[in-house]
Protein backbone atom coordinates (compact mmCIF):
# COMPACT_ATOMS: atom_id res chain seq x y z
CA UNK A 1 0.00 0.00 0.00
CA UNK A 2 3.20 2.48 0.97
CA UNK A 3 4.43 1.74 -2.81
CA UNK A 4 1.08 1.98 -4.22
CA UNK A 5 0.72 5.61 -2.83
CA UNK A 6 3.88 6.30 -3.55
CA UNK A 7 3.65 5.62 -7.12
CA UNK A 8 0.96 8.48 -7.81
CA UNK A 9 2.46 10.56 -5.73
CA UNK A 10 6.00 10.84 -6.62
CA UNK A 11 6.25 8.53 -9.80
CA UNK A 12 2.40 10.25 -11.35
CA UNK A 13 1.04 6.75 -11.66
CA UNK A 14 -2.86 6.44 -12.27
CA UNK A 15 -4.18 4.95 -9.31
CA UNK A 16 -6.53 3.10 -11.85
CA UNK A 17 -2.97 1.54 -13.38
CA UNK A 18 -2.26 0.00 -9.72
CA UNK A 19 -3.45 -3.42 -8.75
CA UNK A 20 -2.72 -4.50 -5.04
CA UNK A 21 -3.26 -8.24 -4.63
CA UNK A 22 -4.15 -9.94 -1.61
CA UNK A 23 -4.75 -12.77 -0.13
CA UNK A 24 -6.64 -12.75 2.84
CA UNK A 25 -9.71 -10.54 3.22
CA UNK A 26 -8.68 -7.82 5.01
CA UNK A 27 -6.03 -5.29 4.31
CA UNK A 28 -2.97 -4.20 6.41
CA UNK A 29 -1.02 -7.43 6.70
CA UNK A 30 0.80 -7.08 10.25
CA UNK A 31 -0.93 -3.71 11.11
CA UNK A 32 -3.99 -5.43 12.14
CA UNK A 33 -6.90 -3.91 14.73
CA UNK A 34 -10.44 -6.08 14.49
CA UNK A 35 -13.61 -7.19 16.49
CA UNK A 36 -16.12 -5.39 18.97
CA UNK A 37 -17.30 -5.85 21.79
CA UNK A 38 -19.11 -8.92 21.35
CA UNK A 39 -16.70 -10.87 19.72
CA UNK A 40 -13.59 -9.34 21.46
CA UNK A 41 -11.26 -7.17 19.88
CA UNK A 42 -7.95 -8.07 18.85
CA UNK A 43 -4.68 -6.60 17.68
CA UNK A 44 -1.47 -9.06 17.18
CA UNK A 45 0.90 -5.87 18.23
CA UNK A 46 1.12 -2.81 19.05
CA UNK A 47 3.55 -0.50 17.27
CA UNK A 48 5.86 2.36 18.72
CA UNK A 49 7.35 4.89 16.37
CA UNK A 50 9.62 7.22 17.04
CA UNK A 51 10.37 11.06 15.56
CA UNK A 52 13.21 9.49 12.74
CA UNK A 53 10.55 7.56 11.19
CA UNK A 54 11.26 9.69 8.49
CA UNK A 55 9.83 7.44 5.50
CA UNK A 56 6.55 6.53 7.38
CA UNK A 57 6.32 10.53 8.58
CA UNK A 58 7.14 11.74 5.04
CA UNK A 59 4.23 8.94 3.69
CA UNK A 60 1.70 9.97 6.27
CA UNK A 61 2.10 13.29 5.70
CA UNK A 62 0.19 13.21 2.50
CA UNK A 63 -2.73 10.94 3.74
CA UNK A 64 -5.46 12.80 5.44
CA UNK A 65 -7.18 11.28 8.77
CA UNK A 66 -10.40 10.20 9.10
CA UNK A 67 -12.18 12.19 10.70
CA UNK A 68 -10.52 15.46 9.69
CA UNK A 69 -9.44 16.46 6.05
CA UNK A 70 -7.41 19.20 7.18
CA UNK A 71 -5.62 17.13 9.05
CA UNK A 72 -2.21 14.31 8.00
CA UNK A 73 -2.20 11.03 9.81
CA UNK A 74 1.44 12.17 10.74
CA UNK A 75 0.60 15.38 12.16
CA UNK A 76 -2.10 13.33 14.31
CA UNK A 77 0.40 10.55 15.52
CA UNK A 78 3.14 14.11 16.67
CA UNK A 79 0.07 15.77 17.93
CA UNK A 80 -1.57 12.65 19.95
CA UNK A 81 2.13 11.70 21.43
CA UNK A 82 2.88 15.10 22.48
CA UNK A 83 -0.32 14.88 24.30
CA UNK A 84 -0.12 11.63 26.23
CA UNK A 85 3.80 11.46 26.75
CA UNK A 86 5.65 8.10 27.06
CA UNK A 87 7.69 8.03 30.38
CA UNK A 88 6.81 4.96 32.49
CA UNK A 89 6.75 4.41 36.18
CA UNK A 90 7.02 1.43 36.17
CA UNK A 91 8.89 -0.45 33.08
CA UNK A 92 9.61 -4.00 35.65
CA UNK A 93 7.42 -5.17 38.16
CA UNK A 94 9.23 -8.12 40.45
CA UNK A 95 7.13 -10.02 43.15
CA UNK A 96 4.36 -7.81 42.67
CA UNK A 97 6.16 -4.57 43.21
CA UNK A 98 6.41 -1.70 40.56
CA UNK A 99 10.34 -0.86 39.79
CA UNK A 100 10.72 2.55 38.79
CA UNK A 101 13.51 3.42 36.08
CA UNK A 102 15.12 0.16 37.00
CA UNK A 103 18.99 0.26 36.55
CA UNK A 104 20.44 -1.50 34.12
CA UNK A 105 22.64 -3.86 36.45
CA UNK A 106 25.73 -4.10 33.87
CA UNK A 107 28.89 -4.92 34.88
CA UNK A 108 32.19 -3.89 33.80
CA UNK A 109 32.61 -7.01 31.27
CA UNK A 110 28.65 -6.14 30.18
CA UNK A 111 29.70 -2.56 29.30
CA UNK A 112 32.92 -3.83 27.78
CA UNK A 113 30.92 -6.35 25.41
CA UNK A 114 28.08 -3.62 24.03
CA UNK A 115 30.84 -1.07 23.79
CA UNK A 116 32.73 -3.27 21.58
CA UNK A 117 29.56 -3.95 19.61
CA UNK A 118 28.89 -1.05 18.50
CA UNK A 119 32.22 -0.26 17.37
CA UNK A 120 32.10 -4.12 15.28
CA UNK A 121 31.79 -4.25 11.66
CA UNK A 122 28.56 -5.83 10.74
CA UNK A 123 30.05 -8.45 8.92
CA UNK A 124 32.89 -9.56 11.24
CA UNK A 125 29.36 -10.82 13.26
CA UNK A 126 28.64 -13.28 10.57
CA UNK A 127 25.77 -15.29 12.12
CA UNK A 128 26.36 -15.12 15.63
CA UNK A 129 23.90 -15.17 18.27
CA UNK A 130 23.12 -12.72 20.60
CA UNK A 131 23.95 -15.52 23.57
CA UNK A 132 27.05 -16.65 21.51
CA UNK A 133 28.59 -12.85 21.57
CA UNK A 134 27.77 -11.96 25.40
CA UNK A 135 28.64 -13.46 28.78
CA UNK A 136 25.73 -15.52 29.61
CA UNK A 137 25.71 -13.11 32.94
CA UNK A 138 24.29 -10.04 30.42
CA UNK A 139 20.99 -12.22 29.74
CA UNK A 140 20.46 -11.81 33.37
CA UNK A 141 20.79 -8.19 33.69
CA UNK A 142 17.49 -5.59 33.89
CA UNK A 143 19.02 -3.95 30.64
CA UNK A 144 18.52 -7.31 28.96
CA UNK A 145 15.22 -7.93 29.77
CA UNK A 146 14.06 -4.79 28.87
CA UNK A 147 15.99 -4.43 25.44
CA UNK A 148 14.88 -8.14 24.61
CA UNK A 149 11.21 -7.04 25.72
CA UNK A 150 11.14 -3.50 24.00
CA UNK A 151 12.34 -4.96 20.36
CA UNK A 152 11.28 -8.47 21.24
CA UNK A 153 14.70 -9.96 20.84
CA UNK A 154 15.83 -13.53 21.93
CA UNK A 155 19.71 -14.63 23.06
CA UNK A 156 19.53 -17.16 19.60
CA UNK A 157 18.80 -14.17 17.18
CA UNK A 158 21.45 -12.39 15.62
CA UNK A 159 23.60 -9.84 17.30
CA UNK A 160 24.31 -8.46 13.71
CA UNK A 161 20.85 -6.83 14.37
CA UNK A 162 21.16 -5.94 17.84
CA UNK A 163 23.88 -3.89 16.75
CA UNK A 164 21.60 -2.10 14.32
CA UNK A 165 19.61 -1.81 17.01
CA UNK A 166 22.02 0.09 19.14
CA UNK A 167 23.34 2.14 16.48
CA UNK A 168 19.77 3.39 14.95
CA UNK A 169 17.89 4.06 18.39
CA UNK A 170 20.91 5.31 20.47
CA UNK A 171 19.43 8.66 20.71
CA UNK A 172 16.72 6.68 22.83
CA UNK A 173 19.35 4.81 25.57
CA UNK A 174 19.25 7.55 27.75
CA UNK A 175 15.31 7.53 28.05
CA UNK A 176 15.34 3.58 27.51
CA UNK A 177 14.58 2.11 30.96
CA UNK A 178 10.88 5.20 31.07
CA UNK A 179 10.64 4.15 27.28
CA UNK A 180 10.90 7.86 26.64
CA UNK A 181 10.80 9.24 23.06
CA UNK A 182 8.30 6.35 21.86
CA UNK A 183 5.44 8.07 19.74
CA UNK A 184 2.01 6.28 19.14
CA UNK A 185 -1.08 6.23 16.76
CA UNK A 186 -3.98 7.64 18.44
CA UNK A 187 -5.91 4.48 17.88
CA UNK A 188 -4.53 0.71 17.05
CA UNK A 189 -2.78 0.88 13.62
CA UNK A 190 -5.19 -0.41 11.46
CA UNK A 191 -7.61 2.36 12.39
CA UNK A 192 -5.02 5.15 12.95
CA UNK A 193 -2.91 3.96 9.67
CA UNK A 194 -4.29 1.11 7.18
CA UNK A 195 -7.72 2.63 6.67
CA UNK A 196 -6.70 6.16 5.25
CA UNK A 197 -4.45 5.13 3.67
CA UNK A 198 -6.83 2.93 2.21
CA UNK A 199 -9.68 5.86 2.10
CA UNK A 200 -6.60 7.47 0.59
CA UNK A 201 -5.81 4.96 -2.22
CA UNK A 202 -9.39 4.29 -2.89
CA UNK A 203 -10.14 7.98 -4.13
CA UNK A 204 -7.34 7.72 -6.21
CA UNK A 205 -8.68 4.56 -8.22
CA UNK A 206 -6.53 1.93 -6.91
CA UNK A 207 -8.04 -1.72 -7.59
CA UNK A 208 -7.73 -3.98 -4.90
CA UNK A 209 -8.08 -7.74 -5.46
CA UNK A 210 -8.93 -9.59 -2.26
CA UNK A 211 -8.47 -13.11 -1.52
CA UNK A 212 -6.38 -13.51 -4.36
CA UNK A 213 -2.92 -15.25 -3.61
CA UNK A 214 -0.01 -14.89 -6.03
CA UNK A 215 1.43 -18.46 -5.72
CA UNK A 216 4.64 -17.79 -8.43
CA UNK A 217 6.22 -15.97 -10.33
CA UNK A 218 8.23 -16.00 -13.67
CA UNK A 219 11.16 -14.58 -14.35
CA UNK A 220 12.86 -14.84 -17.73
CA UNK A 221 16.54 -14.07 -18.69
CA UNK A 222 17.17 -11.24 -21.22
CA UNK A 223 19.75 -9.66 -22.23
CA UNK A 224 21.95 -10.75 -18.67
CA UNK A 225 18.49 -8.98 -16.85
CA UNK A 226 15.96 -10.79 -15.14
CA UNK A 227 12.31 -9.58 -16.26
CA UNK A 228 9.44 -10.61 -14.18
CA UNK A 229 7.05 -12.25 -17.35
CA UNK A 230 3.60 -13.61 -15.47
CA UNK A 231 1.96 -14.26 -11.91
CA UNK A 232 -0.35 -17.03 -11.14
CA UNK A 233 -2.46 -16.49 -8.39
CA UNK A 234 -5.17 -18.70 -6.62
CA UNK A 235 -8.65 -17.29 -6.50
CA UNK A 236 -10.93 -19.40 -4.31
CA UNK A 237 -8.81 -22.34 -5.14
CA UNK A 238 -9.13 -21.41 -9.07
CA UNK A 239 -5.61 -20.86 -10.64
CA UNK A 240 -4.47 -18.74 -13.25
CA UNK A 241 -2.13 -16.82 -15.04
CA UNK A 242 -1.69 -13.34 -14.51
CA UNK A 243 0.66 -11.72 -17.87
CA UNK A 244 2.58 -8.63 -16.74
CA UNK A 245 3.04 -6.12 -20.50
CA UNK A 246 6.16 -4.85 -21.49
CA UNK A 247 5.36 -1.53 -19.40
CA UNK A 248 3.89 -3.07 -16.42
CA UNK A 249 6.09 -3.12 -12.67
CA UNK A 250 6.25 -5.28 -10.38
CA UNK A 251 6.22 -5.13 -6.58
CA UNK A 252 6.22 -7.73 -4.25
CA UNK A 253 6.61 -8.08 -0.40
CA UNK A 254 8.95 -11.01 0.45
CA UNK A 255 8.08 -13.56 3.70
CA UNK A 256 5.16 -12.11 6.69
CA UNK A 257 6.45 -12.33 10.18
CA UNK A 258 2.50 -12.89 10.85
CA UNK A 259 2.22 -15.52 8.27
CA UNK A 260 0.11 -18.44 9.53
CA UNK A 261 -1.29 -16.52 12.81
CA UNK A 262 -3.69 -18.75 14.52
CA UNK A 263 -6.18 -17.40 17.64
CA UNK A 264 -7.67 -19.05 20.76
CA UNK A 265 -10.55 -18.15 23.17
CA UNK A 266 -11.25 -17.94 26.64
CA UNK A 267 -11.15 -21.72 26.62
CA UNK A 268 -8.81 -22.79 23.78
CA UNK A 269 -5.36 -22.38 23.65
CA UNK A 270 -4.45 -20.97 19.29
CA UNK A 271 -2.80 -23.95 17.53
CA UNK A 272 0.23 -23.68 16.07
CA UNK A 273 -0.03 -23.76 12.64
CA UNK A 274 3.78 -24.60 10.67
CA UNK A 275 2.89 -25.48 7.09
CA UNK A 276 4.02 -23.10 4.54
CA UNK A 277 1.76 -20.95 3.38
CA UNK A 278 1.39 -17.24 1.30
CA UNK A 279 4.16 -15.07 1.60
CA UNK A 280 6.76 -17.98 2.68
CA UNK A 281 5.81 -20.32 0.07
CA UNK A 282 6.07 -17.77 -3.35
CA UNK A 283 9.58 -16.24 -1.68
CA UNK A 284 11.13 -19.80 -1.65
CA UNK A 285 9.38 -20.55 -5.40
CA UNK A 286 10.90 -16.93 -6.34
CA UNK A 287 14.72 -17.76 -4.75
CA UNK A 288 14.58 -21.19 -6.62
CA UNK A 289 15.21 -19.29 -9.79
CA UNK A 290 17.96 -17.24 -9.14
CA UNK A 291 20.17 -16.63 -5.87
CA UNK A 292 20.13 -12.84 -6.39
CA UNK A 293 16.49 -13.53 -4.91
CA UNK A 294 17.44 -14.26 -1.28
CA UNK A 295 17.33 -17.67 0.84
CA UNK A 296 13.66 -17.93 3.06
CA UNK A 297 14.64 -20.53 4.97
CA UNK A 298 17.56 -18.45 6.52
CA UNK A 299 14.38 -17.27 8.48
CA UNK A 300 11.32 -19.49 8.16
CA UNK A 301 12.63 -22.64 9.18
CA UNK A 302 12.74 -22.49 12.96
CA UNK A 303 9.72 -21.91 13.79
CA UNK A 304 10.75 -22.76 17.26
CA UNK A 305 12.53 -19.94 17.47
CA UNK A 306 10.61 -17.58 15.67
CA UNK A 307 7.11 -18.47 17.11
CA UNK A 308 5.71 -15.75 20.28
CA UNK A 309 2.19 -14.91 21.46
CA UNK A 310 0.48 -12.12 22.16
CA UNK A 311 -3.18 -11.86 23.47
CA UNK A 312 -5.79 -8.75 23.70
CA UNK A 313 -8.10 -8.36 26.19
CA UNK A 314 -12.13 -7.01 26.05
CA UNK A 315 -13.05 -5.70 29.58
CA UNK A 316 -16.32 -5.01 30.16
CA UNK A 317 -15.71 -2.48 33.23
CA UNK A 318 -12.91 0.28 34.01
CA UNK A 319 -11.71 -1.10 37.70
CA UNK A 320 -8.75 -3.18 36.12
CA UNK A 321 -7.22 0.14 34.64
CA UNK A 322 -8.55 1.89 37.46
CA UNK A 323 -6.15 -0.88 39.20
CA UNK A 324 -3.28 -0.56 36.71
CA UNK A 325 -3.68 3.40 36.97
CA UNK A 326 -2.99 3.64 40.22
CA UNK A 327 0.06 0.33 40.33
CA UNK A 328 2.26 1.87 37.61
CA UNK A 329 1.74 5.53 38.20
CA UNK A 330 0.78 6.02 34.18
CA UNK A 331 -2.66 6.96 33.25
CA UNK A 332 -3.35 4.47 30.04
CA UNK A 333 -1.74 5.47 27.08
CA UNK A 334 1.89 7.15 28.93
CA UNK A 335 3.29 3.82 30.30
CA UNK A 336 4.31 1.30 27.68
CA UNK A 337 5.44 -2.27 28.46
CA UNK A 338 5.02 -3.24 32.12
CA UNK A 339 7.26 -6.51 31.76
CA UNK A 340 6.82 -9.05 34.45
CA UNK A 341 10.42 -9.81 35.29
CA UNK A 342 9.99 -13.00 37.59
CA UNK A 343 7.73 -14.51 34.67
CA UNK A 344 9.06 -17.90 33.45
CA UNK A 345 6.72 -16.72 30.08
CA UNK A 346 8.33 -12.76 30.64
CA UNK A 347 4.99 -11.69 30.18
CA UNK A 348 4.38 -7.75 29.07
CA UNK A 349 1.23 -5.86 28.99
CA UNK A 350 0.96 -2.64 27.41
CA UNK A 351 -2.51 -0.63 28.50
CA UNK A 352 -2.55 1.78 25.37
CA UNK A 353 -5.02 4.87 25.69
CA UNK A 354 -8.99 4.36 25.33
CA UNK A 355 -10.77 3.92 23.22
CA UNK A 356 -7.91 2.54 21.38
CA UNK A 357 -10.56 1.08 18.44
CA UNK A 358 -12.95 3.57 16.53
CA UNK A 359 -15.83 1.29 17.10
CA UNK A 360 -14.86 0.84 21.02
CA UNK A 361 -17.95 1.93 23.27
CA UNK A 362 -16.94 3.83 26.57
CA UNK A 363 -17.54 1.03 29.41
CA UNK A 364 -15.21 -1.21 27.58
CA UNK A 365 -11.67 -1.26 27.71
CA UNK A 366 -9.05 -2.95 25.27
CA UNK A 367 -5.36 -3.98 26.78
CA UNK A 368 -2.89 -6.36 24.88
CA UNK A 369 0.02 -8.70 26.30
CA UNK A 370 2.85 -11.08 24.96
CA UNK A 371 5.23 -13.41 26.33
CA UNK A 372 8.64 -13.81 24.65
CA UNK A 373 8.74 -17.65 26.47
CA UNK A 374 5.79 -19.64 25.17
CA UNK A 375 7.04 -23.10 25.46
CA UNK A 376 8.13 -22.68 29.63
CA UNK A 377 5.30 -23.88 31.98
CA UNK A 378 3.90 -20.81 34.07
CA UNK A 379 4.29 -19.33 37.72
CA UNK A 380 1.08 -20.11 38.81
CA UNK A 381 -0.88 -21.86 36.09
CA UNK A 382 1.60 -25.02 35.93
CA UNK A 383 1.38 -25.08 31.66
CA UNK A 384 3.16 -23.77 28.85
CA UNK A 385 1.78 -19.90 27.91
CA UNK A 386 1.09 -21.71 24.37
CA UNK A 387 -1.11 -24.62 25.86
CA UNK A 388 -2.98 -21.93 27.65
CA UNK A 389 -6.56 -20.58 26.83
CA UNK A 390 -7.39 -16.98 27.60
CA UNK A 391 -8.70 -17.49 30.72
CA UNK A 392 -5.37 -19.24 31.93
CA UNK A 393 -3.04 -16.57 30.46
CA UNK A 394 -5.45 -13.86 32.69
CA UNK A 395 -4.92 -15.96 35.77
CA UNK A 396 -1.32 -16.10 35.22
CA UNK A 397 -1.06 -12.08 34.85
CA UNK A 398 -3.29 -12.17 38.00
CA UNK A 399 -0.75 -13.87 39.84
CA UNK A 400 2.13 -11.89 38.91
CA UNK A 401 -0.32 -8.51 39.96
CA UNK A 402 -0.84 -10.36 43.40
CA UNK A 403 -4.25 -9.55 42.04
CA UNK A 404 -5.74 -12.06 44.85
CA UNK A 405 -9.69 -12.10 44.68
CA UNK A 406 -10.07 -8.54 42.62
CA UNK A 407 -9.58 -10.93 39.62
CA UNK A 408 -12.55 -12.45 40.08
CA UNK A 409 -14.00 -8.45 39.70
CA UNK A 410 -11.95 -7.57 37.13
CA UNK A 411 -12.27 -9.76 34.79
CA UNK A 412 -15.53 -10.34 35.04
CA UNK A 413 -17.45 -10.54 31.38
CA UNK A 414 -13.47 -10.50 30.07
CA UNK A 415 -12.83 -11.46 26.86
CA UNK A 416 -8.96 -12.82 26.38
CA UNK A 417 -7.86 -14.16 22.81
CA UNK A 418 -4.65 -15.50 22.32
CA UNK A 419 -2.10 -15.12 19.00
CA UNK A 420 0.01 -17.30 18.31
CA UNK A 421 2.55 -16.22 15.64
CA UNK A 422 4.96 -19.12 14.29
CA UNK A 423 7.29 -15.99 12.55
CA UNK A 424 6.61 -13.62 14.54
CA UNK A 425 10.49 -12.69 14.83
CA UNK A 426 11.75 -14.69 11.52
CA UNK A 427 13.27 -11.09 10.68
CA UNK A 428 15.80 -11.73 13.75
CA UNK A 429 17.31 -14.72 12.49
CA UNK A 430 21.01 -15.37 11.88
CA UNK A 431 21.87 -14.74 8.20
CA UNK A 432 24.47 -14.33 5.76
CA UNK A 433 24.92 -12.15 2.61
CA UNK A 434 22.45 -12.41 0.24
CA UNK A 435 19.71 -14.38 2.43
CA UNK A 436 18.13 -10.64 1.72
CA UNK A 437 17.83 -9.76 -1.56
CA UNK A 438 18.30 -6.66 -2.20
CA UNK A 439 15.35 -4.49 -3.23
CA UNK A 440 15.72 -4.16 -6.38
CA UNK A 441 18.14 -6.85 -7.18
CA UNK A 442 21.19 -5.82 -9.42
CA UNK A 443 20.04 -7.12 -12.79
CA UNK A 444 16.41 -6.83 -12.47
CA UNK A 445 14.54 -4.77 -15.05
CA UNK A 446 10.75 -4.37 -13.93
CA UNK A 447 10.29 -5.39 -10.50
CA UNK A 448 11.10 -4.94 -6.57
CA UNK A 449 10.69 -6.38 -3.34
CA UNK A 450 9.25 -5.39 -0.24
CA UNK A 451 9.37 -5.74 3.33
CA UNK A 452 11.38 -6.83 6.13
CA UNK A 453 13.39 -9.63 4.32
CA UNK A 454 15.02 -7.34 2.10
CA UNK A 455 18.28 -5.73 2.98
CA UNK A 456 18.72 -2.13 3.93
CA UNK A 457 21.47 -1.26 5.05
CA UNK A 458 21.66 0.59 8.59
CA UNK A 459 18.10 0.08 9.07
CA UNK A 460 16.30 -2.09 11.33
CA UNK A 461 13.70 -4.92 10.85
CA UNK A 462 10.78 -5.56 12.81
CA UNK A 463 9.62 -1.92 12.15
CA UNK A 464 6.84 -0.23 9.79
CA UNK A 465 9.70 2.53 8.84
CA UNK A 466 11.69 -0.85 7.46
CA UNK A 467 8.77 -1.94 5.28
CA UNK A 468 8.14 1.99 4.07
CA UNK A 469 11.51 2.32 3.22
CA UNK A 470 11.73 -0.74 0.95
CA UNK A 471 8.88 0.58 -0.61
CA UNK A 472 10.27 4.27 -1.52
CA UNK A 473 13.37 2.45 -2.49
CA UNK A 474 11.76 0.19 -4.73
CA UNK A 475 9.33 3.32 -6.62
CA UNK A 476 12.03 5.77 -6.91
CA UNK A 477 14.66 3.31 -8.51
CA UNK A 478 12.39 1.38 -10.92
CA UNK A 479 10.55 4.41 -11.71
CA UNK A 480 14.22 6.39 -12.07
CA UNK A 481 12.94 9.13 -10.25
CA UNK A 482 15.47 11.72 -9.31
CA UNK A 483 14.09 11.64 -5.61
CA UNK A 484 16.67 11.46 -2.67
CA UNK A 485 15.71 8.92 -0.19
CA UNK A 486 14.70 9.79 2.69
CA UNK A 487 17.81 9.53 4.91
CA UNK A 488 18.45 7.10 7.69
CA UNK A 489 19.26 8.82 11.12
CA UNK A 490 22.33 8.55 12.14
CA UNK A 491 22.34 9.59 15.78
CA UNK A 492 25.73 7.55 16.08
CA UNK A 493 27.35 10.10 14.11
CA UNK A 494 26.03 12.74 16.75
CA UNK A 495 28.77 13.00 19.22
CA UNK A 496 25.80 15.11 21.64
CA UNK A 497 24.22 11.76 20.88
CA UNK A 498 26.58 9.18 21.67
CA UNK A 499 28.57 10.59 24.29
CA UNK A 500 24.71 11.05 26.30
CA UNK A 501 24.28 6.91 25.51
CA UNK A 502 27.60 6.28 26.81
CA UNK A 503 27.14 7.74 29.71
CA UNK A 504 23.77 6.53 30.18
CA UNK A 505 25.18 2.70 29.77
CA UNK A 506 28.75 3.51 31.81
CA UNK A 507 27.24 5.05 35.10
C1 LIG B 1 3.25 -8.14 17.44
C2 LIG B 1 3.90 -7.11 16.56
C3 LIG B 1 4.57 -6.03 17.14
C4 LIG B 1 5.21 -5.09 16.33
N1 LIG B 1 5.79 -3.99 16.91
C5 LIG B 1 6.27 -3.02 16.12
C6 LIG B 1 6.72 -1.79 16.68
O1 LIG B 1 6.70 -1.60 17.89
N2 LIG B 1 7.18 -0.82 15.84
C7 LIG B 1 7.20 -1.00 14.50
O2 LIG B 1 7.59 -0.07 13.77
N3 LIG B 1 6.80 -2.16 13.93
C8 LIG B 1 6.34 -3.16 14.71
N4 LIG B 1 5.88 -4.32 14.14
C9 LIG B 1 6.25 -4.60 12.76
C10 LIG B 1 5.37 -4.03 11.68
O3 LIG B 1 4.02 -4.18 12.01
C11 LIG B 1 5.72 -4.77 10.40
O4 LIG B 1 7.10 -4.66 10.17
C12 LIG B 1 5.02 -4.25 9.17
O5 LIG B 1 3.65 -4.08 9.42
C13 LIG B 1 5.24 -5.21 8.01
O6 LIG B 1 4.53 -4.76 6.90
P1 LIG B 1 4.67 -5.41 5.44
O7 LIG B 1 3.59 -4.79 4.62
O8 LIG B 1 6.05 -5.34 4.98
O9 LIG B 1 4.38 -6.96 5.64
P2 LIG B 1 3.08 -7.66 6.19
O10 LIG B 1 2.43 -6.85 7.21
O11 LIG B 1 3.51 -9.03 6.56
O12 LIG B 1 2.08 -7.72 4.98
C14 LIG B 1 2.19 -8.60 3.94
C15 LIG B 1 0.84 -8.66 3.24
O13 LIG B 1 0.97 -9.42 2.07
C16 LIG B 1 -0.04 -10.43 2.03
N5 LIG B 1 0.54 -11.58 1.33
C17 LIG B 1 1.59 -12.31 1.72
N6 LIG B 1 1.83 -13.28 0.82
C18 LIG B 1 0.95 -13.13 -0.16
C19 LIG B 1 0.72 -13.81 -1.37
N7 LIG B 1 1.47 -14.83 -1.75
N8 LIG B 1 -0.28 -13.38 -2.18
C20 LIG B 1 -1.04 -12.31 -1.83
N9 LIG B 1 -0.87 -11.64 -0.66
C21 LIG B 1 0.12 -12.04 0.13
C22 LIG B 1 -0.32 -10.72 3.48
O14 LIG B 1 -1.59 -11.32 3.66
C23 LIG B 1 -0.21 -9.34 4.10
O15 LIG B 1 -1.41 -8.64 4.01
C24 LIG B 1 5.22 -5.26 14.92
C25 LIG B 1 4.54 -6.33 14.35
C26 LIG B 1 3.87 -7.24 15.15
C27 LIG B 1 3.12 -8.35 14.49
Given at each position: MSAAALLIREGQVSGSNIHILEQSDRLGGSLDGSGSPETGYLIRGGRMFEEHFGCTFDLFDSIPTLT?????VSAEIKEFSRQYVTSSKSRLVRTGQKIEAPQFGLNFRNKWELGRLLLANEESLGTTTIQEYFSLDFLQTNFWIMWSTMFAFQP?????EMRRYMHRFIHLFPGLNRLEGILRTKYNQYDSLILPLFEWLQNQGVNFRMQTEVTDIEFELQDSQFKA???RVRVHGKETELALRAQDFLFVTLGSMTENSSLGSMQTPPKLQTESIGSWQLWKNIASQSPDFGNPQ???SRIDQTKWESFTVTLRNHDFFRFMEEFTGNRAGTGGLVTFKDSSWRLSVVLAHQPHFLNQPEDVDVFWGYGLFGDRIGDSVKKKMSECSGEELLAELAHHLRLGDRATRFFAGANCIPCMMPFITSQFMPRQAGDRPEVVPKQAKNFA????????PKDCVFTVEYSIRSAQRAVYKLLDLKQQETPIYRGDRNP???WRALWTLIK
Amino acid sequence: MSAAALLIREGQVSGSNIHILEQSDRLGGSLDGSGSPETGYLIRGGRMFEEHFGCTFDLFDSIPTLTDSQKSVSAEIKEFSRQYVTSSKSRLVRTGQKIEAPQFGLNFRNKWELGRLLLANEESLGTTTIQEYFSLDFLQTNFWIMWSTMFAFQPWHAVAEMRRYMHRFIHLFPGLNRLEGILRTKYNQYDSLILPLFEWLQNQGVNFRMQTEVTDIEFELQDSQFKARSLRVRVHGKETELALRAQDFLFVTLGSMTENSSLGSMQTPPKLQTESIGSWQLWKNIASQSPDFGNPQAFCSRIDQTKWESFTVTLRNHDFFRFMEEFTGNRAGTGGLVTFKDSSWRLSVVLAHQPHFLNQPEDVDVFWGYGLFGDRIGDSVKKKMSECSGEELLAELAHHLRLGDRATRFFAGANCIPCMMPFITSQFMPRQAGDRPEVVPKQAKNFAFLGQFTEIPKDCVFTVEYSIRSAQRAVYKLLDLKQQETPIYRGDRNPAVLWRALWTLIK
